[in-house]
T-cell receptor, first 113, second 114 residues
Framework: AQSVTQLGSHVSVSEGALVLLRCNYSSSVPPYLFWYVQYPNQGLQLLLKYTSAATLVKGINGFEAEFKKSETSFHLTKPSAHMSDAAEYFCAVGTGSNYKLTFGKGTLLTVNP | DAGVIQSPRHEVTEMGQEVTLRCKPISGHDYLFWYRQTMMRGLELLIYFNNNVPIDDSGMPEDRFSAKMPNASFSTLKIQPSEPRDSAVYFC????????????FGPGTRLTVL
């Protein structure tokens, strides 16, 4: 079985501040990990993914995430928040060749001017 | 490519009516997934297909829900009869063949059952 826990349903930062969105996973086999972003009234868009290559993964819009097996974490970061980053972010874990994903509950990111 | 296409984008219906949601996956993708998103339960996988065959429908909430994939370019999710608690956003996603590990999501269908 696999599961994902996103710590903090709502994170608020100031424009230019560091963004840190937390994700912890549980998986009985080596996982594949994903971060998706959802803007209002839109579908989910892939930000980045970890699939057993480099543990530090860079994605779109300046985001990156580090896979830490010892901590079962895959936290998402961005050095400097922009107003356009305001959205909901989902962490997901997948295993097996079917890549069936289990999603976290999501974290709503608010960026204040 | 146009991405995953879903129709309608919005659907408002009355309790007891039949609802059909449609999805066209990205051409060449062999996996198709149906999800439901609600405030209370988040994003839930309902069913997924591989090469048009349903593989896992354990997430389908009850017999009122059914899904089909008659060919590689079309899938439907049907609710009959619909109930107010079915109100949610329904997403379709597709994934490419061997080595393609990413699911690509459509824009969703917002369903409101009155």
């Amino acid at each position: 079985a696999q599961s994902v826990t996103q710590l903090g349903s709502h994170v608020s930062v100031s424009e230019g501040a560091l963004v840190l969105l937390r994700c912890n996973y549980s998986s009985s086999v080596p996982p594949y990990l994903f971060w998706y972003v959802q803007y209002p009234n839109q579908g989910l868009q892939l930000l980045l993914k970890y699939t057993s290559a480099a543990t530090l993964v860079k994605g779109i819009n300046g985001f990156e995430a580090e896979f830490k097996k010892s901590e079962t974490s895959f936290h998402l970061t961005k050095p400097s928040a922009h107003m356009s980053d305001a959205a909901e972010y989902f962490c997901a874990v997948g295993t097996g060749s079917n890549y069936k994903l289990t999603f976290g509950k999501g974290t709503l990111l608010t960026v204040n001017p | 490519d146009a991405g995953v296409i879903q129709s309608p984008r919005h659907e408002v219906t009355e309790m007891g009516q039949e609802v059909t949601l449609r999805c066209k996956p990205i051409s060449g993708h062999d996996y198709l997934f149906w999800y439901r998103q609600t405030m209370m339960r988040g994003l839930e996988l309902l069913i997924y297909f591989n090469n048009n065959v349903p593989i896992d429908d354990s997430g389908m909430p009850e017999d009122r829900f059914s899904a089909k994939m008659p060919n590689a370019s079309f899938s439907t999710l049907k609710i009959q009869p619909s109930e107010p608690r079915d109100s949610a956003v329904y997403f379709c996603a597709s994934r490419g063949g061997r080595g393609a590990d990413t699911q690509y999501f459509g824009p969703g269908t917002r369903l409101t059952v009155l």
